[in-house]
């Protein structure tokens, strides 16, 4: 069974602290990852897509990819509290589907 | 880029009937579209996966005679909850992907309640 797995949380931080958001996956075949962010009774939407080891910058947020320890996370720099929501890790693993992982709930306190 | 519709975004019906969502991509072909349904403080749940102009597959556990899904162009896909029942009350989202990504881009939910 192919898995992604998050603390659920919930992960509280100050504002202007960084937020550090982990997840593991199983599947040694996944190529690409993605973090979503989930407000309270809204859809997901796309932040951030990484597809090879590293790192990768946009605004804030970074995403951080490790292949070989299978581990991706999310850093979120001066966390605000319109920060606040579930954060979705996914991977994609080739042909039609992609696993999403359960979220970790943020909370950043004003 | 990469917007998601869906219509209606909340719909009240009376137990028994059919209700049928819509879901479209705007600016790009979605090769692939996905039903989800999740239910308050719980976590995305998959129902079907769908390809242009070929049934969809469902998620073990959901019934297909029930949640029946058309996926008949590059844009449009469908979602018809048949004879609805209370416990059928919640949001449902699709998302599309297109080939070229492998980003997956999701609607902005319709909440279903079933009186």
Known sequence: QKEVEQNSGPLSVPEGAIASLNCTYSDRVSQSFFWYRQYSGKSPELIMSIYSNGDKEDGRFTAQLNKASQYVSLLIRDSQP????????????????????????????? | GAVVSQHPSWVICKSGTSVKIECRSLDFQATTMFWYRQFPKQSLMLMATSNEGSKATYEQGVEKDKFLIN??????????????HPEDSSFYIC??????????FFGPGTRLTVL
């Open chain 1, 82 to 110: 319109s920060d606040s929501a579930t954060y979705l890790c996914a991977a994609y693993t080739g042909g039609f589907k992609t696993i999403f992982g359960a979220g970790t709930r943020l909370f950043v306190k004003a």
């Open chain 2, 71 to 84: 996926h008949a162009s590059l844009t449009l896909s469908t979602l018809t909850v048949t004879s609805a």
């Open chain 2, 95 to 104: 998302s599309a992907r297109a080939s070229v990504y492998n980003e997956q």
